[in-house]
C-alpha cells in the first residue's frame, strides 16, 4: 500500500481534500489527468463565505477584484443591492486553481497531473487505481474529478442525481462593458430574463469581463444560442469563445461514498441551486472528506466512513443547498415578483447578501422572511 488516501481530481474539491488530509499526517496522492494551469468555464465569483474556508491568504495576483453587492435585471425593473464589505471576491479559475494545488503539495501531498484515472477497485481492506501510468493502492479515495468523470458513469454515483445546471461562460474586454460598468465597488450583474430558470451574468474581472448564462436545465433548451443571444443584448461583438459545463445540484444527496470511498465537489453534487455557486461547497466538501478519511485511517471513526460524512455534510452544507434548491423553484419561475418583492423591501435584499458573506444560511434567511405568519406583511 502506497497511500493512506488518494485523492481523484485536483480542482478545489481535490486539492483541499489533499491539502487536509496531508495536515492530518496522512500519506496522500493526487491523481489530475489535466495539466496546470488549465482552462475551466466558471463565473469565478469565489463568496467570502468560501474564502472563510481557506486557511492560508489569496494573494494579490489571484484576485481579479472584489464585488460589494449584486444588480439584477428582469424586463424592465433593475434591483441594487449593496454592503460596504465585499460579498466576493473575482478569479480566474486557472489561476486559482493552479494555486490550490501548490498549497496542496506545501503541505505534504503528492500531486501528479497528466495521469488520468481509468478505473477504480475497492475491496474490503483497501482501493485500487488504475491510471494511464500503473496501478496505486490506497486504504481510502476521494473522488472529486467533476460531474462528468469515468467513476460517477461507472459507479453512477451521485452526481448523476437530483438537479442540474448547466453554463456556458466567456470572458470578455469589450470597451462597451467597461465603459458602462466602471465604478469604484464594483457588483455582480444577473438577468434573470437571459434564461429560463436561471439567469445571465456579467461579472467584473480585472482588465475583463466573466459572461455567461446558466440555469436549471431540463428539455431541448440550447444553453448556446440563449448566449448568443445574451451576449448580443449587451452589445458585445459575436465570438465562439466561449466553454460549458454541467453543474450537479443534489442538495445532499443520500449516498455519498462507500466503505473505503468518498465523493465531493460536483462529483458528490455539491452545486448550490439558485446561484450554481460550486466553489465554496466544492472546497469544503473535500475538506470534510478528508477529515472524515482521517479519522476512519487512525481507527477512530464509530460509524460507517460514508454515513459519518454524509452527516457531517448535513451540518455543515445542508441548510444552505437544501433551502437554495427550494429557493431556486419558485424564484426562477416567477422571477418578476420576486425581484419587485425583493425590490419593495431592501432589508430584504440587504440581508440575502448575508448568504455569500457567511452571516446566514438560506435556511435562516427564508424562515425568516417567508414563514406563513408574514406572507402577508408588507412591512419590511
Not at 213 to 240: E, N
Not at 295 to 307: F, I, M, T
Not at 310 to 332: E, I, M, P, Q, T
Request: proline share 6%; with cysteine; charged share 20%.
Amino acid at each position: 500500500m502506497i497511500a493512506d488516501c488518494v485523492v481523484i481530481g485536483a480542482g478545489p474539491a481535490g486539492s483541499s481534500a489533499a491539502r487536509r488530509a496531508a495536515q492530518h499526517g496522512l500519506q496522500v496522492l493526487c491523481l489530475e489527468k489535466a495539466s496546470f494551469p488549465r482552462a475551466k468555464p466558471c463565473g469565478g465569483a469565489l463568496s467570502m463565505n468560501g474564502v472563510k474556508t481557506l486557511d492560508f491568504a489569496l494573494p494579490a495576483f489571484v484576485q481579479e477584484g472584489f464585488a460589494y453587492g449584486i444588480r439584477a435585471h428582469y424586463a424592465s425593473r433593475v434591483l441594487e443591492a449593496r454592503r460596504p464589505q465585499p460579498i466576493a471576491v473575482l478569479v480566474r479559475r486557472e489561476v486559482f486553481d493552479a494555486f490550490l494545488v501548490e498549497k496542496a503539495r506545501e503541505a505534504g501531498a503528492v500531486v501528479h497531473t497528466q495521469e488520468k484515472v481509468l478505473g477504480l477497485e475497492e475491496t474490503p481492506h483497501d482501493v485500487k487505481v488504475r491510471t494511464t501510468r500503473g496501478v496505486y493502492r490506497s486504504a481510502y479515495a476521494i473522488v472529486a474529478h467533476g460531474a462528468e468523470g469515468v467513476l460517477n458513469r461507472r459507479l453512477s454515483g451521485p452526481a448523476r442525481l437530483g438537479m442540474r445546471w448547466k453554463a456556458v461562460t466567456r470572458r470578455d474586454a469589450a470597451s462597451v462593458l467597461r465603459s458602462s460598468r466602471r465604478c469604484e465597488k464594483p457588483v455582480l450583474e444577473f438577468y434573470f430574463d437571459a434564461y429560463p430558470h436561471g439567469y445571465g451574468w456579467v461579472f467584473p474581472l480585472r482588465n475583463a469581463f466573466s459572461i455567461g448564462v446558466g440555469g436549471l436545465h431540463s428539455g431541448p433548451l440550447s444553453t448556446k444560442k440563449a448566449f448568443h443571444d445574451f451576449v448580443r443584448r449587451l452589445g458585445v461583438p459575436h465570438s465562439t469563445g466561449y466553454r460549458g459545463s454541467t453543474i450537479p445540484c443534489c442538495g445532499i444527496a443520500s449516498v455519498l461514498g462507500t466503505p473505503r470511498t468518498l465523493y465531493a465537489g460536483d462529483a458528490g453534487g455539491f452545486g448550490e441551486a439558485f446561484s450554481g455557486e460550486g466553489i465554496f461547497y466544492a472546497m469544503r466538501s473535500g475538506q470534510l472528506a478528508a477529515d472524515t478519511v482521517a479519522e476512519a485511517v487512525k481507527g477512530s471513526l464509530r460509524h460507517p466512513l460514508p454515513q459519518v460524512y454524509r452527516c457531517r455534510c448535513l451540518k455543515v452544507l445542508g441548510d444552505n443547498l437544501r433551502y437554495a434548491a427550494f429557493f431556486a423553484r419558485w424564484v426562477y419561475w416567477f422571477p418578476g415578483f420576486f425581484l419587485s418583492l425583493f425590490a419593495r423591501r431592501p432589508l430584504w435584499a440587504q440581508e440575502f447578501l448575508g448568504i455569500p458573506l457567511g452571516e446566514t444560511t438560506y435556511k435562516h434567511f427564508l424562515l425568516k422572511r417567508f414563514s406563513l405568519g408574514r406572507l402577508g406583511n408588507t412591512g419590511p
